[in-house]
Structures are given as C-alpha cells and as structure tokens.
Nanobody
C-alpha cells in the first residue's frame, strides 16, 4: 500500500490544521493506521493511531485532548485534526499502516509496515 500525507503548513500557536493521508494500491481498509512525527534534531515519535473500523484510537499524552484521528474507509483516507497547536508540535508528520487487519493500535514504529513521505507542520509562537 502506498501512503501520501498532505495538509502540512505554517500556523500560529493556538491554531488548527488538518492532515490527510491517502492510501492507494492494496486496500488498507480495516488496517490500523498511525501518525508519527519527527521534530528537528529528534527521533520519530508516536502521535496516535486508529483501528481499522475506527472504533478505537490511542494518542500520545502530549497530544491527547488536542488531536483527533478519524478515517473514511470508503475514500481510503485517514485524517489528523490538530487543534490548539503549540510550537513544540513543529515536526514532519508521517502516516503509517499496519500490515494486518488483526493488528491493533501500537505506539511502536516497528509495528507499521507502510509509511508515507511526511508533511511538514510548522507552528510559530
């Protein structure tokens, strides 16, 4: 499956941004999808993930209550709604897919087999 992330840009602190991840190729319906991010000079970290049917989502503590993941399996897209953005949210954001519909959410990179190219989010203070 090929993943394409989009929607990044420059936003002021306190603002909102919505990222999208479009999947093509092998259907990703029912596979858990995750979002990760990598800030300048830091390693990639887990942001959140949603199960295949959208019933369950998990988030990193740093974004809980501010970010929301949703998915539209009919359109093969997953979205990350980011509200109350902070300068420390500045990073390249990646979407990723787990390999099997039976895999649940996971905060670990190694559990995701397909990755998008990333989209840059810059939050100014």
């Amino acid at each position: 499956v090929q993943l394409q992330a989009s929607g990044g840009g420059l936003v002021q602190a306190g603002g909102s941004l919505r990222l999208s991840c479009a999947a093509s190729g092998r259907t990703f319906n029912w596979n858990t999808m995750g979002w990760f991010r990598q800030a300048p000079g830091k390693g990639r970290e887990f942001v959140g993930a949603v199960t295949g049917n959208g019933a369950r989502s998990t988030y990193a503590d740093s974004v809980k209550g501010r970010f929301t993941i949703s998915r539209d399996n009919a359109k093969n897209t997953v979205s990350l709604q980011m509200n109350s953005l902070k300068p420390e949210d500045t990073a390249i954001y990646y979407c990723a897919a787990r390999n099997s519909p039976f895999d649940g959410t996971s905060p670990y990179e190694r559990d995701y087999s397909s990755w998008g190219q990333g989209t840059l989010v810059t939050v100014s203070s």
